[in-house]
């Protein structure tokens, strides 16, 4: 039996295996706002529940995002500056104008007409799988040969980045967010200044557009005004930087994770395979089964309570979405991977104002790439044991040897 005390959920060794199911789950019954000690010497909330993730989620004036950022670890106070210029980092009233810019830009109407674009970019990386096949089997390597291709091409092409840089965008998204794991990390000084070449790089790209009159997400951005002020490039760098980084290891883990859980339940696959109508459905179980973020952070702005457990000012409060998934008080049988899961508010877009800005477009690349798939080969099966990414923020595999079929 598991010890509430002897619990540690911030080792990233403690995610190598699995999800640390079984100590979420001890916390949701046992510490639901739970003390938790930092390496750093410090310590943090470790909040559980579905209701109470919620609740942090909502209340934007008393857990701030940009006090101290969304990871748990504290960051040097120059890295926190520019951290603060993502949409992620922001609290009102700085939120709201920025986040109203960029979503103009990602509405239904305007992803309905990438739709064709996003099924060219998927065939097109599937063409090159083709290409390998030297019998009807091909062996490969499912998250970097293939889920790891289309976010990195979806968010390259929406911002008209030149294509030879694409591997370069995967690279510097990477080492920020899986520096804890050694095969994906750089080294100390490439994950550190992954932030700053990425912004400046995008700082490049926007003095390049501004008044270019270009229809690529960056020329949108780079001449938009919001409420009476042009974005400047600074801010836009930030975005740059925040829009690519979310987009990549996240869909990733997605495509990869819930190709995992298809092959596991062959019966799903199938179903799946056969009215891929169903995928809408399906996908939003993916999602709440993978969780590709297993949490963000906020900081308390004001002495506070969250479920009667008193909160001090300052301190930092980490929102469990991997454990609130998987909360039976909202989840009838949390534990089974369901795809005809009716009543489904999983939180692995987040919740409240900061709401992923990416979820449509991650929901619809994730349905273009399986209807693709489906069509086009017969079956696919693991030719050994998958490996997951270490680390206790990003929740994804980094490794799905696999075997597929064409038809
Ligand atoms: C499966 C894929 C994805 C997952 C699981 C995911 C997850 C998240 C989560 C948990 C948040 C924070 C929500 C909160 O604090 O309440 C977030 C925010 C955000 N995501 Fe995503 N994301 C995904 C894909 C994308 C994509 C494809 C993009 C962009 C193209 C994107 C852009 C953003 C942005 C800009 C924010 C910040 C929004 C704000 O602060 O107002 N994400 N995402």
Redesign the pocket.
């Known amino acids: 039996m598991m010890e509430l005390k002897k619990l540690d959920i911030y080792n990233p060794e403690h995610y190598v295996n699995d999800v640390p199911h079984e100590a979420f789950s001890l916390l949701r019954k046992e510490s639901p706002v739970h003390w938790h000690e930092h390496p750093d010497g410090g310590g943090y909330w470790v909040v559980s529940r579905h209701e109470d993730v919620v609740a942090v989620?909502k209340d934007f004036n008393t857990f701030s995002?940009q006090r101290g950022f969304?990871i748990v670890d504290d960051l040097p106070e120059d890295i926190l500056k520019q951290a603060q210029g993502?949409?992620?980092?922001?609290d009102p009233p700085n939120?709201g104008p920025?986040?109203r810019a960029?979503v103009k830009r990602?509405t239904k109407k305007l992803l309905a007409e990438l739709e064709p674009k996003i099924r060219k970019i998927t065939t097109d990386i599937l063409d090159q799988v083709d290409s390998r096949f030297e019998t009807d089997e091909l062996s490969c390597e499912f998250v970097d040969d293939l889920a790891g291709e289309l976010?990195t091409s979806?968010?390259g092409s929406?911002l008209g980045v030149p294509r030879d840089m694409w591997p370069q965008l995967r690279r510097w998204s990477d080492f920020q967010t899986s520096a804890s794991d050694p095969d994906i990390g750089g080294t100390e000084e490439e994950t550190q200044n992954a932030s700053t070449d990425m912004g400046a790089y995008g700082y490049q790209l926007a003095m390049e557009r501004k008044d270019g009159g270009g229809d690529d997400l960056i020329s949108l951005l780079i001449n938009v005004e919001i409420e009476g002020h042009k974005v400047t490039e600074s801010e836009f760098a930030s975005?740059f930087v925040?829009?690519?980084v979310?987009?990549?290891e996240?869909?990733r883990?997605?495509l990869a994770g819930g190709m995992l859980e298809l092959i596991k339940h062959p019966h799903f696959y199938a179903e799946l395979e056969a009215d891929p109508s169903q995928l809408p459905q399906a996908i939003e179980e993916m999602?709440r089964w993978?969780?590709?973020?297993h949490y963000?952070r906020r900081t308390a702005t004001c002495d506070t309570e969250i479920g009667g457990q008193k909160i001090k000012e300052n301190d930092r409060v980490v929102?469990m979405?991997s454990s609130a998934n998987f909360d039976d008080s909202v989840f009838n049988r949390p534990m089974e991977f369901d795809i005809h899961r009716e009543h489904n508010p999983h939180?692995?877009?987040?919740?409240?104002?900061?709401?992923?800005?990416?979820?449509n477009?991650?929901?619809l690349?994730?349905r273009i790439f399986f209807e693709e798939f489906f069509k086009r080969y017969k079956s696919i099966s693991l030719e050994g044991e998958p490996k997951r990414i270490r680390s206790n923020l990003v929740n994804g595999l980094k490794y799905m040897p696999v075997k597929i079929t064409r038809r």
């Open positions: 989620s995002a969304v993502q949409l992620l980092g922001m939120h920025i986040r960029v990602f976010p979806v968010i929406l975005l925040q829009i690519t979310a987009g990549n996240t869909t883990g997605l999602l993978t969780c590709p973020l963000f929102m979405y939180l692995g877009f987040g919740y409240g104002i900061h709401l992923c800005l990416g979820a477009l991650a929901r690349e994730t």
